[in-house]
Nanobody
């Protein structure tokens, strides 16, 4: 069983920045790639970024200029830095990880961007 806990969301003005965190209850070296998903109000969850154990990152094209994913293995934490926030970034951000063939999700952290 793996628990993922996101934090760092909040209310921010357009143009601002946030750093979201996802803390895992296990050594993140044991996990497959860790992903971030975004769920806009009234919409489904959509993948936005991934990071592998080798620190390789991939991003959805529409966010790659503003989103940066990183990891701190000592803290079992992955981060999502979001810059130049705009109202379309509003929603819940979730992290997801696989351990073997089992998928785990965090509870999400709310980001609200005011214009």
């Amino acid at each position: 069983q793996v628990q993922l806990v996101e934090s760092g969301g909040g209310l921010v003005q357009a143009g601002g920045s946030l750093r979201l965190s996802c803390v895992a209850s296990t050594n993140i070296f044991d996990l497959n790639a860790i992903d971030w998903y975004h769920q806009a109000p009234g919409k489904g969850r959509k993948w936005i970024s991934s990071i592998t154990g080798g620190d390789d990152t991939t991003y959805k094209d529409s966010v790659k200029d503003r989103f940066t994913m990183s990891r701190d293995n000592a803290k079992n934490t992955v981060y999502l830095q979001i810059d130049s926030l705009n109202p379309e970034d509003t929603g819940i951000y979730y992290c997801r990880a696989f351990l073997g063939h089992v998928v785990y999700w965090g509870q999400g952290t709310q980001v609200t961007v005011s214009s």
